[in-house]
């Protein structure tokens, strides 16, 4: 059988798509590891690594559904050159703000809170717009797949660039670059022809539509699993890097590179998954493509916790890496392809509110506990609750609590 893994690349509306979503999530990462590094650099505070991740997350979880709302109502295509345009202007701002002023940790914050607003109606958009994108339905779920490829070699590459670019000229340089890099999005949006849009007469009111996306994934098994494993895995084992600077400065006696390497193995790991995802043929496997991966996951985290090697602690990061890919991409791919056109914004939107909603509250809690049990065992616990997530949730469905 031949395995035909960049199919989607014959479309060349999705290769224009690619090509600029690749570069500013490269720019995306590099200002996400530079905001960590300087939070924790200015106050060494596990908390206040928490807190930064709170707010530039936990707002896509309050918006979020708006975001969904926005994207069934409106023009997908337009929201996402406004919301693109929107965080060129937040990056640069940041930028300006460490470049020419003597900035504080709470004009950082402040600012992350902002990107987090902008992200809750632009991820919605964004991603839709694949499925309009995508002519050929049967490629949907290989699109899905690379575009997570396209995240994770964004996640390799900028973190390891950052590092360098921290070191030697600044955090100020990297949130310029980031600025810069939305501009390779909205040019390739400028040259993707889309279908025109045929707005739609809407009655109801924001709330009631929220409501009923809300009710529509409740009552659909096969929307509803995966949400709300995501959310459980989000709140109490994805933010395992929100430590990392900790492990990076504290465990491993590095700097700012080592922090980037650190989050270029998990990258990495995560690359090599999405390529593994995206040459599969059938979606015959994908529920338990999630479960295995979420309990590899679990293994690693626990392997990784009280390891003081580099070396073998990158090894361990790039298996973390691998598995925690598949929880997203799966769980998106799976909400894609199951969701009706006319719910798919919504339902999209509830898998936002459990994947960047739940993990800044994981973050600050913690944040909160290892300033108790030590960054080491704090990962180890959250190991423990990858393995413990992935029994709970066999064991429901296998009894149809779930369905």
């Not at 509803?224 to 995501?230: A, D, G, N, R």
Request: aromatic share 14%; net charge positive; hydrophobic share 55%.
């Amino acid at each position: 059988m031949k395995i035909d893994t960049f199919r989607s690349f014959r479309n060349p509306n999705y290769r224009l798509y690619f090509l600029g979503q690749s570069i500013s999530l490269i720019g995306t990462w590099m200002q996400r590891t530079a905001v960590y590094w300087v939070i924790f650099d200015q106050t060494n505070s596990n908390f206040m690594l928490g807190l930064v991740v709170f707010a530039t997350q936990f707002p896509s979880f309050l918006f979020s559904p708006l975001g969904g709302v926005a994207t069934d109502r409106y023009n997908r295509y337009r929201l996402t050159l406004i919301t693109q345009a929107s965080l060129l202007v937040q990056a640069g701002l940041l930028a300006s703000m460490v470049l020419f002023t003597r900035f504080t940790v709470w004009g950082i914050i402040v600012l992350s809170i902002v990107q987090g607003i902008i992200n809750a109606f632009d991820l919605p958009a964004r991603q839709s717009l694949v499925n309009e994108i995508i002519e050929n339905k049967k490629n949907l779920a290989n699109a899905i797949a690379l575009n997570s490829s396209m995240g994770k070699l964004a996640w390799l590459i900028g973190p390891a660039f950052s590092g360098i670019v921290l070191a030697k000229y600044g955090a100020g340089i990297c949130f310029l670059i980031n600025a810069f890099s939305y501009l390779a999005v909205i040019i390739a949006l400028a040259f993707i022809k889309v279908s025109p849009y045929i707005p739609q007469a809407r009655s109801r009111k924001a709330f009631f539509e929220i409501k009923e996306g809300f009710h529509y994934v409740i009552n659909t098994p096969s929307l509803k699993t995966p949400i709300l494993l995501l959310a459980c895995v989000s709140l109490l084992v994805l933010p395992f890097n929100t430590l990392l600077p900790v492990f990076a400065k504290v465990v491993f006696k590095g700097n700012a590179a080592t922090y980037g390497y650190l989050n270029s193995m998990i990258g990495a790991g995560s690359l090599i998954g999405a390529i593994a995802l995206a040459s599969l043929k059938s979606n015959k496997y994908m529920v338990k493509i999630l479960f295995g991966s979420l309990f590899i996951l679990g293994m690693a985290l626990i392997a990784f916790s009280h390891i003081t090697i580099l070396p073998v602690a990158l090894v361990f990061a790039a298996i973390a890496g691998f598995a925690m890919m598949f929880q997203t991409t799966v769980s998106q791919t799976i909400i894609q392809v199951e969701a009706s056109d006319e719910m798919r914004g919504r339902a999209l939107s509830f898998f936002m509110m459990a994947f960047f909603g739940l993990q800044p509250v994981g973050g600050l809690l913690i944040g909160a506990v290892s300033e108790f049990t030590g960054a080491a065992n704090a990962i180890l616990f959250q190991g423990i609750f990858a393995v413990i997530i992935t029994i709970l949730f066999l064991y429901f469905l296998r009894n149809k609590s779930l369905n």
